[in-house]
């Protein structure tokens, strides 16, 4: 069961466009969410990341928007640029005693043409 | 720092063949990751673990198996290996958050690549 759904699944943008992609959760357990961003043969790095109790959170070109009641996020790319093309995954985690662990979003591949 | 790093990059299996991956981090951090990672499925979580000597199940943690003997290292192993099996492993690690690690980061290697015949 996928705890985490993202949209879209693919996306074309041109150079100095904005960039949407837009996640939604389920368990209100979730404590901090953040995005990853992965190109081509590499491994998923951390974008920005946000927790539940703020509302938007900006770094640079890149801004996340929380709505903690809809349980919906979105991540923001302002003045898109053609190294921004890369998959983009959406997370929830849940933390505590146990361990720290992520549910991702089934991912967002973006590309932005010059 | 090398940060995390998987061995081998890349293999090829018969069905049955068992195989070991390994996962290497020097971050002295206390919890690792194994994922696997399937086109329109976004990553799933194997198994993880919390400390030397202590593993637990994630999301798809059938026909895997893992052992953390050293708090660096962490093995995914596949017994017998199923064609269902072939995909991209990541492994990641993060830090406890304590008074001296306020990073909730987890930090991804780069992959290996698995196919299974």
């Known amino acids: 069961q996928q705890q985490v759904k993202q949209s879209p699944q693919s996306l074309i943008v041109q150079k100095g466009g904005i960039s949407i992609i837009n996640c939604a959760y389920e368990?209100?357990?979730?404590?901090?969410f953040p995005w990853y961003q992965q190109f081509p043969g590499k491994g998923p790095a951390l974008l920005i990341a946000i927790r539940p109790d703020v509302s938007e959170k900006k770094e640079g070109r890149f801004t996340i928007s929380f709505n903690k009641s809809a349980k919906q996020f979105s991540l923001h790319i302002m003045d898109s640029q053609p190294g921004d093309s890369a998959t983009y995954f959406c997370a929830a985690r849940i933390g505590g005693t146990s361990g720290s662990r992520l549910t991702f979003g089934e991912g967002t591949q973006l590309t932005v043409n010059p | 720092n090398a940060g995390v790093t998987q061995t081998p990059k890349f293999r090829v299996l018969k069905t049955g063949q068992s195989m070991t991956l390994l996962c290497a981090q020097d971050?002295?951090?206390?919890?690792m990751y194994w994922y696997r990672q399937d086109p329109g499925m976004g990553l799933r979580l194997i198994h993880y673990s919390v400390g030397e000597g202590t593993t637990a199940k994630g999301e798809v943690p059938d026909g895997y198996n893992v052992s953390r003997l050293k708090k660096q290292n962490f093995l995914l192993g596949l017994e017998s290996a199923a064609p269902s099996q072939t995909s991209v492993y990541f492994c990641?690690?993060?830090?406890?958050?304590?008074?001296?690690?306020?990073?909730?980061?987890?930090?991804f290697g780069p992959g290996t690549r698995l196919l299974v015949l």
């Open positions: 368990n209100t357990a979730f404590d901090y």
């Open positions: 990641a690690s993060s830090c406890r958050r304590t008074s001296r690690c306020q990073e909730e980061t987890q930090y």
């Open positions: 971050m002295n951090h206390e919890y």
